[in-house]
């Protein structure tokens, strides 16, 4: 049986487990946490920095999202792969999910982390360039995504597996622009899949934990 370790509101836990319900395997989740001590215990050790997600199955642990779906790929599941076979089609596929975590995820989740710390420990300069980095992202995403569906080529696969969650909070702390019409649609398109509804829906029971102004709508 695979166990995915890591929490149910976490940016970056959302991409494992959107190929885990994508490709409809079934797995044990084991939630990290103050309420699940034994998970905790278990856990260290498995990632380099205690950061998660992370897939253990049998005597064999996967760090980090992107190799976890892969590793499901490869390992799990009838359905198409969420990195394409053909090598060109998986750089596309691969560029876009960096691109999604370097330059979405990453600073969006440098806002909240600046929110949490408060006080004297502000970094108002690290603040202002996350938000510029965000500024710089969406444009070039926008043109990106004019005239396409998903994010790589022409079925949901790793990057949108990505795309969703960095967006989903990114533009809970930097609201994507009115003009940037490519972009919100194609946010709201992520929103209204079934994987990613299931996502958004478990993680609905923590967002008191989230240091910033909810948006009245997803």
């Known amino acids: 049986m695979i166990e995915l370790y890591g929490h149910p509101f976490a940016a970056f836990v959302w991409k494992a487990l959107i190929a885990l319900y994508e490709r409809d395997i079934a797995f044990a989740f084991r939630v990290l ?17 205690g950061q998660f997600p ?3 199955e ?6 980090e999202s992107a190799a976890i779906i892969e590793y499901l790929d490869l390992h799990h599941g009838d359905a198409e792969p969420m990195v394409p076979r053909d090598p060109k089609a998986a750089i596309e596929a691969r ?27 502000r970094d108002p300069f690290g603040l202002a360039a996350a938000h510029r980095t965000l500024d710089k992202s969406y444009c070039w995403l926008e043109g990106w995504l004019t005239g396409r569906t998903w994010a790589a080529g022409e079925r949901f696969g790793i990057a949108d597996c990505a795309a969703a969650p960095a967006l989903f909070y990114s533009h809970w702390v930097h609201p994507i ?8 649609t194609y946010r ?15 993680a ?8 910033l102004p909810i948006p009245d709508r997803d």
């Open 95 to 121: 560029q876009m999910d960096g691109i999604f975590d370097d330059y979405v995820a990453v600073p969006m989740q440098a806002i909240v982390a600046d929110a949490l710390r408060g006080g004297a420990d």
């Open 58 to 63: 049998g005597g064999r642990s996967v760090v």
């Open 204 to 211: 609905r029971p923590f967002r008191a934990f989230f240091p």
């Open 54 to 56: 992370v897939l253990v």
């Open 188 to 202: 709201a398109r992520l929103l209204a899949r079934p994987s990613i509804r299931r996502v958004i829906d478990e």
């Open 177 to 184: 622009p009115d003009e940037l019409a490519a972009l919100g």
């Open 33 to 49: 946490g103050p309420d699940h001590p034994e998970n905790v215990a278990r856990f260290a050790g498995l990632s380099p920095t």
